[in-house]
């Protein structure tokens, strides 16, 4: 039972416009929610995160939306870089203490194009 | 600062065969959880620990087991190798004062 979807296993952008990656997750108890970057060969980075208190985070170019009715959240990249090309990891979590584990989804892999 | 060192980066092994994965967390790091990542697919929990004890678990199965010793290093050993576990093994840790994982680059097990 997939419980942290992302259903585009890719996305393509031009340099320069806005990158939105989608996450549906089907638990509601799920109250924290965080997104990775992962590149070939090195463990995945956070990025960004939110509580669903919240439906809004921002960190520079990055913005995280969340749609708790809809159990749906969205990660907005602008302006999109060609450094920002990786796998994107939706995670989602019950808490955000150090035991709370998470649960990702199957990633969507970025490409900025030039 | 080093951040999680995982070793090996990668090992073959045959199934049937025994592997131990070892793993030191970033400095002020005291909790280690361990993940396991399929080709194609999402990292997924396979156990954490905390104070040496196994502190929650993912549904693997009991082939796959723990260890972290009192410098908050740990190990991660899986028996009687089967070709599905061959994946990518991904140790992350965590510290007392704020949320937040940090992983390392990991293991890639081929079983063959």
């Known amino acids: 039972d997939q419980q942290v979807k992302q259903n585009s296993p890719s996305l393509s952008v031009q340099e320069g416009r806005i990158s939105i990656l989608n996450c549906d997750y089907t638990?509601?108890?799920?109250?924290?929610f965080l997104w990775y970057k992962k590149y070939p060969a090195e463990g995945p980075t956070f990025l960004i995160s939110?509580?669903?208190?919240?439906d809004k985070n921002e960190d520079g170019r990055f913005t995280v939306f969340l749609n708790k009715s809809a159990k749906h959240l969205s990660l907005h990249i602008v302006p999109s870089q060609p450094g920002d090309s990786a796998v994107y990891f939706c995670?989602?979590?019950?808490?955000?203490?150090?035991?709370?584990?998470?649960?990702f989804g199957t990633g969507t892999r970025l490409q900025v194009t030039l | 600062d080093a951040g999680v060192t995982q070793s090996p980066t990668h090992l073959i092994k045959t199934r049937g065969q025994q592997v131990t994965l070892r793993c030191s967390p970033k400095?002020?790091?005291?909790?280690v959880s361990w993940y396991q990542q399929a080709l194609g697919q999402g990292p997924q929990f396979i156990f954490q620990?905390?104070?040496?004890?196994?502190?929650q678990r993912g549904n693997f199965p009991d082939r796959f087991s723990g260890h972290q010793f009192p410098n908050y290093s740990s190990e991660l050993n899986v028996n009687a190798l089967l070709l599905g576990d061959s994946a990518l093994y991904l140790c992350?840790?965590?510290?007392?004062?704020?949320?937040?994982?940090?992983f390392g680059s990991g293991t890639r097990l081929t079983v063959v």
């Open positions: 620990y905390y104070e040496e004890e196994e502190r």
């Open positions: 995670a989602a979590s019950l808490g955000a203490g150090t035991a709370s584990k998470l649960t």
């Open positions: 638990n509601s108890m799920f109250d924290y």
């Open positions: 992350a840790s965590s510290g007392p004062w704020a949320y937040g994982y940090t």
């Open positions: 939110i509580s669903s208190i919240k």
């Open positions: 400095s002020g790091h005291d909790t």
